[in-house]
């Protein structure tokens, strides 16, 4: 049995070797190993053989079916990649072309400021939260101590949904500032949140306004919280940007949701004695900002007897024209590849 089985194998090499086809192949394969199989058939004898020659010749005819099996899928795969060429051939398609190359993107300017600032912000244990894009003219006016007869409700600066007339209404939010009552709602005092997003205002364009832009708002709540807290962390911040420190001064500034309020000016990074973007002054207006009005803290549910914040509201788009040197914001949402492709990360 031993002779036959060897001489199986030797049929079986030589003929998986001269297959031309994977049909062919599969023929082969079945006449070997197949349930009628030539090689199958010697296995099922080895019942009949003396007990003491067993193990052995079972042993070799283990190792045949391995080895026979071995061949039989290395040559498949061969035949396979050897078809598959042929066809791609047969259809005009050369393997051996480069194929499509694929652009990769760029990390937008304002999403690089946002990350730049949120690391930064996070590092002074700052949670950042969102709000939604649409949002009620409850939260984005009424609950920020907005007066119902203020302009800002306008329809020349709001954008308000075409179902106006029905209640609740609804806008594309004008400012981040919603996201702070939001904040307060969800997670009460005291609490510090930045929220960072986009925001929509019914504006003429020119190469410092846009109808959609950035906003990151910024809130610190808690017990005692006064003017110092909130320059302190502006200047933090300011110095996590601009890799150093920046001399920063206070104007007063109106609006309803802080009182007293502020708009917060920053020594120009780039000159010493008035440049093109100081436009001469040496100073950069920043952001507005400002002690949460009471009114805005018990509207979200919080005790203004018992806790204090500021809260400010970056513009987010400004800070990366700054941070870039880009002369126009209309660049920011244009979608023009050749603006976009500058800031390849
Ligand atoms: C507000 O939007 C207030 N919600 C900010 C605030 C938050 C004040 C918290 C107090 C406390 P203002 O309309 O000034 O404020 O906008 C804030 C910043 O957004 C501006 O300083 C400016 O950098 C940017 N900004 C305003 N309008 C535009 C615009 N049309 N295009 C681009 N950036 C703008």
């Known amino acids: 049995m031993r002779e036959r089985l060897e001489a199986l194998c030797g049929e079986g090499l030589a003929a998986i070797a001269a297959a031309e086809s994977r049909a062919q192949l599969a023929e082969i394969e079945s006449s070997f190993l197949g349930r009628t199989g030539a090689l199958t058939a010697q296995l099922k004898g080895l019942g009949k053989l003396e007990a003491a020659e067993r193990p052995a010749i079972g042993k070799l005819a ?93 329809s020349h600066d709001t954008i308000w949904m075409k179902s106006a007339d029905e209640e609740p209404r609804r806008c594309l939010r004008t400012h981040t500032s919603p996201v702070q009552v939001r904040a307060l709602r969800e997670f009460g005092a005291p609490l510090r949140v930045i929220a960072p997003g986009r925001v929509f205002r019914q504006e003429a364009q020119d190469a410092t306004h846009e109808h959609t832009f950035h906003q990151m708002e910024g809130l610190v709540v808690g017990k005692n919280i006064g003017v110092p807290h909130m320059l302190h962390a502006m200047n933090s911040m300011l110095e996590g940007v601009f890799k150093r420190k920046l001399e920063t001064r206070l104007r007063p ?93």
């Not at 066809?87 to 051996?96: E, M, N, Q, R």
């Not at 018992?306 to 700054?322: D, K, N, T, V």
């Open 62 to 154: 283990n190792e045949i079916k391995q080895k026979l099996q071995q061949a039989f899928d290395a040559v498949g795969e061969t035949l396979k990649q050897e078809e598959l060429a042929a066809d791609l051939a047969s259809v005009g398609v050369d393997c051996s072309l480069p194929g499509p190359t694929v652009e990769l993107g760029s990390v937008h300017p304002v999403m690089a400021i946002a990350r730049e600032l949120e690391d930064i912000f996070q590092s002074m244990g700052f949670v950042i939260w969102d709000g939604p894009e649409l949002e009620s003219e409850a939260n984005n006016f009424d609950a920020l101590n907005i007066p119902s007869d203020h302009p800002a409700r306008e």
């Open 253 to 345: 500034g109106f609006f309803p949701f802080v009182e007293p309020g502020f708009e917060l000016d920053a020594r120009c990074p780039f000159c010493k004695g008035g440049c093109k973007v100081c436009k001469g002054s040496t100073w950069i207006e920043l952001m507005p900002g400002g002690l949460v009005h009471p009114n805005v803290l018990t509207a979200a549910g919080v005790d203004p007897n018992e806790y204090s914040g500021f809260a400010f509201g970056l513009g987010l788009s400004r800070m990366a024209m700054l941070r870039y040197g880009i002369h126009d914001i209309r660049y920011m949402c244009s979608g023009d590849l050749r603006f976009l492709k500058q800031f390849k990360a």
